[in-house]
Structures are given as C-alpha cells and as structure tokens.
C-alpha cells in the first residue's frame, strides 16, 4: 500500500473510531438524570476534544533538537524581584487577587479515606485548615478580599463540602467548583468502559478527573471566572493544596501588578533549583520561541537520561502559577489553550487494562503571551506526598505560624534531610502508631528506616542515621535515645515490665 493509501485508510479508521466513541457517549448521556444532563454534556464534549487530539498524535510530542534553554531574561531570579520592595498600596494590589487550590486527590497513597486535604499535618491542622489559616491572615493584616477557590474532583467534592461550614465565621471567601468527569477507556477498544452515568458500584472504576490541566475549561464553565472578573480581580495564583510552601508571595504579585517594563505576563511560572531527587520533574524550555513545559513523559527514550541531567535542565516546575484571569478567557474563548495529553494506563480491580487521557496545568505556558519563570527558593516547594515528607513537616525543623511553615532558625544549614521510612510506616496510622513523638531532627541529614521500627518518646536523631530491622526482628528505639551518625541494626525489643 502507498504512503498516500496508508494514510486515508488511518484517517478512515480514526473517523470509524470517533464516531463509535461519539454514539457510546450519547448512550450514556440518555441515563443522565435531567439535573446532570447539561453538565455531563460540557464533560463528555470535553472528553471528545481530548479524544480526538489523542488519535491525531502519535509517539513523543517534543521534537528534542528543537529543544534549547530558555534565555537569560525569561527566568527571572526570586532575589532580584524580591529587591524592587513593595508599593505601600500593597491592600489594592492583593484586592486583585484570587488563591486557587487543586483540591482533586485523595489520601489512597498514605493509606486515607477521602480528600487528601483533610489529613492531618500539623498539630491537628489539616491542609485545607492551614490554607484557610494564611488566607485569612492575609485579610486581616491587609484589611483585603483574597477569596479561596478549590478545584475539586467528584472524589472530593461531597466530603469537602461537608466540611467547608467549619469556616463560616472565618475572614475568607470560599468557593468551589468541579473537575470534569471523563470517561476511562478500554485499552483494546478505546470505547469507554462506563454503561451509564452513576459512578457508584461496579461503575466506579469507570470515570476519572483528567488531570488539573482542566481547571482552564472547569473554572471558566463553572462561571466563577466571569464572576471575579466582574469584581475586578485580575489574576489567580494555582497551586496543589498538598504544597505547605505555596503561600501568597507579595514580591511575586508586586511584580505581575506592576511590571518593571510595563508589559504585563499573562502566566507566571515558579521554577527551583532541581537536587537528585527531583530528576522527574518538569522542566522550562525554549521550544519554538516560546517558553514551553517539558515533562519526562514527553520525551524520546533516547533522550531521557539527558532529560534528567542535573546540569544541562537545572530547574523544574514547582506548579506554583500566577496565571491572568483575562488571559484565561479569551483563550478559552478561542479555544487555543495547547495542552499536551498525557496517557496514563490503569488496570482495574477485575483486571481490565485502560487508558486515562490528562493533560497538565503547566503545559499552558506556551499559549499565554509574554510568559515568565521565576526561580524561587526550595522553601516554596514542600509537598506532602508521603509519610517521609510528613515526618519533615510534624518535626521541629519547621514552625509554623498563621498556616504557614517556616524552616526553623535553629537549623544551622537551610537544606532539608533526606528522609526515606520503609514500607511500615506508608499508612498514616501506621506511621502514626510508629513514633511516640516526633524525634528532634534539628541536626539530622539523612535517615533510612526500613523494617519493623518504633520511636519512644524524646528521641534525638543526628547526622546519618540508617535503622534497619530485617525480617521477623524489631527495633524499639528507646525513650529520650540521641542517634548521631549511627547504623542500628538486628533486634532490640523493649517491654513493659
């Protein structure tokens, strides 16, 4: 078969495709109570767009010789605008803004039930409490109206919801709206799994919140976009609800308000500097011209170890954005948001292999006009994805004050441990159940726990400390113990007499 014949016979099969996938949809769409009806349209109208990109690209989606690094002047150091000061109309400045939290995870990953927001992080705080917490500080200290939106999933909205009537009396506005809800798609079929709408029993596992890169169209279909606009609000700052370093940077807001230039950016990008445990995340690049987002699942095999050279992509995407509110609608508008779509594959409970098409929030920065990364200090970047994180946030390396963390002066070097807890302590109860209280970390650099381990109360860890207790022993690591550069290893069991 030719070329030219190849390629018809593709395009015939991909149309044969979307048309099954478009009468599937309208199948499903029938089963929609008459409540849902319009919103499970704008999903599913979602959902074909995405579809449709998908069958259209094929193989990695970055040209890899196009890629160069980005200019001097289009990643600005924090320090640099930190030193421009702030306006004393500091108030009419933040009046401006609006805080917007992905909200859409769940705890399943530490072994929690429900919305991740709702675990407990700091002295009985959760992160949805310490966010509320640095907003309303905020408010008050500036006498402003920086209101909350959270970006839920159809996971978290019910429990979230529920919960939300607890800061009734507090000086911040709350507001949420939902992530759309896509269908998964069978592997083999590529038709959706779903039978009907209901997304309870057996219909579970159907349906999926395609990534935060759909806050653009969920936000601006909820009407809350129109709605800040109306008030004069003029940017959002996005960030994941799980990140304790994304607070509102007024020297960042200072900037985007009041350009040095007097060119306004339409998207901020917060960038750090990467370490070796960040070989993953995505980087900011020159790619035709443009400032563009680069993730590690974009590129070509060939290339992924030079994707994770600390020294040629020195930064990475944080997910800390200030993005212009009026950006967003007329892009939206025009329906030039550019997205790459990421493919993720799933296998269910009965064994079924599916594909999950997402897209990311970040990979926008290449539709917005006049774009800018801002490498920040690691101090904005803490994310609580897992019990060794967590421990990092309880301990007394940070203190905490109006819902926001601050490394402690009392740690002579501003670098966080390394912190790696075994497969024991990847539950929260777990975890909880492990440590009598949390041990003074103050001096430690690096900890590796591994095994059946548990942490009496007062404990002093310094330096290295490696605790491992092989299969069938286990360590109880004494009351008031100062661990400094030590190996523990064997079986050490400490009972009540």
Request: net charge neutral.
């Amino acid at each position: 078969m030719s070329q030219d014949g190849a390629s018809q016979f593709q395009e015939v099969i991909r149309q044969e495709l979307e048309l099954s996938v478009k009468k599937e949809l309208e199948k499903i769409l029938t089963t929609a109570p008459s409540h849902e009806f319009e919103h499970t349209k704008k999903d599913f109208d979602g959902f074909r767009k995405l579809f449709h990109r998908f069958l259209q690209e094929k193989g990695p989606s970055v040209d890899w010789g196009k890629i160069q690094r980005p200019p001097e002047d289009s990643i600005q150091p924090y320090e640099k605008i930190k030193g421009r000061g702030l306006p004393e109309n500091i108030s009419s400045v933040l009046n401006k803004l609006v805080v917007v939290k992905l909200n859409g995870g769940l705890g399943t990953s530490m072994g929690c039930k429900g919305p991740k927001s709702l675990i407990g992080v700091r002295n009985e705080n959760t992160f949805l409490d310490l966010t509320v917490q640095q907003i309303e500080h905020l408010n008050k200290t500036y006498n402003t109206d920086v209101p909350l939106v959270l970006m839920n999933s159809f996971n978290t909205d019910e429990d979230t919801k529920k919960i939300l009537q607890k800061y009734n009396h507090c000086r911040v506005k709350i507001y949420t709206f939902n992530q759309s809800r896509y269908p998964r798609i069978n592997k083999e079929s590529l038709l959706p799994v779903a039978k009907d709408v209901s997304y309870s029993g057996e219909n579970t596992e159907a349906w999926y919140p395609p990534g935060h890169g759909d806050i653009y169209a969920s936000f601006y279909n909820s009407g809350l976009l129109d709605t800040f606009i109306g008030e004069g609000k003029e940017y959002i700052f996005v960030s994941n609800i799980d990140n304790l370093g994304a607070t509102v940077d007024l020297y960042i807001l200072n900037h985007l308000m009041n350009p040095p230039n007097g060119k306004r950016c339409e998207f901020v990008m917060e960038v750090t500097n990467k370490t070796r445990a960040d070989v993953k995340g995505g980087t900011l690049t020159q790619y035709e011209g443009k400032l563009r987002l680069v993730e590690i699942a974009q590129v070509p095999k060939a290339h992924v170890d030079e994707f994770k050279s600390v020294s040629k992509f020195k930064i990475f995407n944080t997910n800390n954005l200030w993005i212009s509110l009026a950006a967003v609608k007329r892009l939206q508008e025009q329906n030039a948001i550019d997205m790459e779509i990421i493919v993720n594959a799933k296998t269910l409970d009965g064994g079924l292999n599916v594909i999950q098409l997402e897209t990311a929030v970040g990979a926008a920065i290449k539709s917005f006009e006049n774009s800018l990364g801002i490498n920040v200090p690691r101090s904005r970047f803490l994310p609580v994805k897992t019990t060794s994180d967590l421990l990092l946030v309880m301990s007394n390396l940070y203190s905490l004050n109006a819902g926001s963390l601050t490394m402690s002066e009392k740690r002579e070097f501003p670098t966080v441990p390394l912190v790696k807890l075994g497969s024991s302590f990847t539950k929260v109860q777990d975890y909880l159940r492990r440590f009598e209280s949390i041990p003074d970390m103050l001096e430690l650099d690096h900890l590796t726990v591994s095994g059946d381990v548990t942490f009496g109360k007062n404990v002093s860890l310094k330096g290295t400390v490696i605790i491992i207790a092989n299969h069938g022993d286990r360590i109880d690591i004494p009351p008031g113990a100062v661990l400094e550069n030590k190996i523990v290893s064997g079986n050490l069991r400490i009972l009540d007499h």
